[in-house]
């Protein structure tokens, strides 16, 4: 099933960190929400901190939410 958010963050791996995929392609592994503001400011939205990552309706969380990092 294709995703409708422009942002998904995969489910935690056996190390806990999470696939991060934007704009359909995998830019890395985050290990935490800090992890995936980095990301979205390199994908250009350079105001974004950790408060936007957790309420942002853009990201589509898999496997759990912001909170979850270990399987």
Request: aromatic content about 8%; charged content about 30%.
């Amino acid at each position: 099933m294709a995703s409708s958010a422009p942002v998904v963050i995969y489910p935690p791996d056996e190390e806990g960190g999470r696939r991060v995929r934007i704009d359909g392609t995998i830019l890395g592994r985050a290990n935490n929400v800090r992890d995936v503001a980095r990301f979205m400011q390199e994908a250009g939205l350079q105001d974004w901190d950790e408060m936007d990552v957790v309420r942002s309706a853009l990201i589509e969380w898999r496997g759990g939410g912001p909170d979850a990092w270990t399987m």
